[in-house]
């Protein structure tokens, strides 16, 4: 990552904000990870979950989602789909909302480690307010995506940028609301630990950096060989069925599973909805298995966007109008 923004960083001139966040934020997601040595084997169990969320939820609410939006803002920008002062604000709240709340949007991870009531409101609320800047860049880039017929230029990155919108809509569902959903007090007394926590995992971590990856990796395909046109088909094929299995999974088992947990959690405890007994029961077996379709077209969309892939990498046909393509430095 610094080989390609440490030129940027040395040219002169420009508006650097959106480049210093990006940076910044590259920089913290390898270093946060030093929070792991703060606890040893021996530490106590309540010490150690405090720092084990530090590695664990701030790198996803803090510096990553700082990364996510800044490098958002840098495509958004370049292409002209963002202007420089929206995207530029959209980052530094991101940044702000981190510096002021990232900290305390961490304990509502920790009920069970002796945290109060009021400590946890507060988590849960920081936590909350967090998604709120990639979701208003990601509306943005969609009221002007419609756009997209008058410039022909923009048929080449249509998909792309349906991953980068997809990327805000799984923000807003994944971690916005699947995400409070289980934050408040009220909520982690009964789901704690619960099936409810792998449907906001899913959504949030594959639906927003998942997406995020795979945008990055046709925009750099799209780099390499520039000649090379994506096909309709394998995308469409690709994208939909990533969605459509994700939400699949989350509809059809993750989710079921996670209520049927929570009324036995409220009726009988916490202990009860998380036992063997309870969880091999036959209805929550067959809704496991259920889960296999949504598994089948996550995979199917999966492997075709892997052929995509390849078959762009192996094209080396250079088109008779193809210029080289000249890249301005993104502190500019």
Same mark, same amino acid.
């Given at each position: 990552?610094?080989?390609?923004?440490?030129?940027?960083?040395?040219?002169?001139?420009?508006?650097?904000?959106?480049?210093?966040?990006?940076?910044?934020?590259?920089?913290?997601?390898?270093?946060?990870?030093?929070?792991?040595?703060?606890?040893?084997?021996?530490? #106590?169990?309540?010490?150690? @979950?405090?720092?084990?969320?530090?590695v664990?939820?701030?790198?996803?609410?803090?510096?990553?989602?700082v990364?996510?939006?800044?490098?958002?803002?840098?495509?958004?920008?370049?292409?002209?789909?963002?202007?420089?002062?929206?995207?530029t604000?959209a980052?530094?709240?991101?940044?702000?909302?981190?510096?002021?709340?990232? &900290?305390?949007?961490?304990? /509502? /991870?920790?009920?069970? %480690?002796?945290?109060?009531?009021?400590?946890?409101?507060?988590g849960?609320?920081? #936590?909350?307010? @967090?998604?709120?800047?990639?979701?208003?860049?990601? /509306?943005?880039?969609?009221?002007?995506?419609r756009?997209?017929?008058?410039?022909?230029?923009?048929?080449?990155?249509k998909?792309?940028?349906?991953?980068?919108?997809?990327?805000?809509?799984w923000?807003?569902?994944?971690?916005?609301?699947?995400?409070?959903?289980?934050?408040?007090?009220?909520?982690?007394?009964?789901?704690?630990? $619960?099936?409810?926590?792998?449907?906001h995992?899913?959504? %949030?971590?594959?639906?927003?950096?998942?997406?995020l990856?795979?945008?990055?990796?046709?925009l750099?395909?799209?780099?390499?060989?520039?000649?090379?046109?994506?096909?309709?088909?394998l995308?469409?094929?690709?994208?939909?069925?990533?969605?459509?299995?994700?939400?699949?999974? &989350?509809? *059809?088992?993750?989710?079921?599973i996670?209520?049927?947990?929570?009324?036995?959690?409220?009726?009988?405890?916490?202990w009860? #909805?998380?036992?063997? %007994?309870?969880?091999?029961?036959? &209805?929550?077996?067959n809704?496991?298995?259920v889960?296999?379709?949504g598994?089948?077209?996550?995979?199917?969309?999966?492997?075709?966007?892997?052929l995509?892939?390849?078959?762009?990498?192996?094209n080396? *046909?250079?088109? %008779?109008?193809? $210029?080289?393509?000249?890249? @301005?430095?993104?502190?500019?």
């Open positions: 990552m610094m080989r390609g923004i440490w030129p940027a960083l040395r040219s002169r001139g420009g508006d650097k904000n959106l480049l210093a966040l990006l940076t910044s934020s590259v920089v913290a997601i390898g270093l946060f990870y030093g929070a792991g040595l703060a606890y040893g084997e021996r530490t #106590s169990l309540t010490v150690m @979950e405090y720092w084990r969320w530090w664990v939820h701030l790198w996803v609410e803090g510096f990553f989602e990364f996510a939006t800044t490098a958002l803002a840098f495509v958004f920008c370049t292409l002209g789909l963002v202007s420089r002062p929206m995207a604000a980052s530094l709240a991101s940044a702000s909302l981190f510096m002021l709340g990232g &900290i305390p949007g961490t304990f /509502h /991870h920790l009920y069970f %480690a002796g945290t109060t009531t009021p400590v946890m409101a507060v849960a609320a920081f #936590s909350a307010l @967090e998604v709120v800047p990639l979701i208003v860049l990601g /509306h943005e880039a969609w009221d002007n995506w756009l997209k017929d008058r410039a022909p230029w923009m048929a080449d990155l998909w792309p940028l349906m991953c980068f919108v997809a990327v805000a809509f923000n807003m569902l994944g971690a916005g609301v699947f995400g409070f959903m289980i934050n408040p007090p009220i909520s982690l007394y009964y789901i704690q630990g $619960q099936n409810t926590t792998p449907v995992a899913h959504a %949030a971590l594959f639906g927003v950096y998942g997406f990856a795979l945008g990055f990796t046709l750099v395909l799209r780099y390499v060989r520039p000649a090379y046109r994506l096909s309709p088909g995308m469409k094929i690709a994208f939909w069925g990533l969605n459509a299995g994700l939400v699949l999974m &989350i509809s *059809t088992s993750l989710l079921p996670g209520i049927i947990q929570f009324l036995a959690s409220v009726e009988y405890g916490t009860y #909805s998380r036992s063997e %007994a309870f969880m091999q029961q036959p &209805i929550l077996q809704l496991r298995w889960r296999t379709f598994d089948v077209v996550f995979i199917v969309g999966a492997v075709s966007f892997a995509q892939v390849v078959l762009g990498l192996a080396r *046909t250079i088109a %008779a109008d193809a $210029q080289p393509v000249a890249l @301005e430095p993104v502190g500019r």
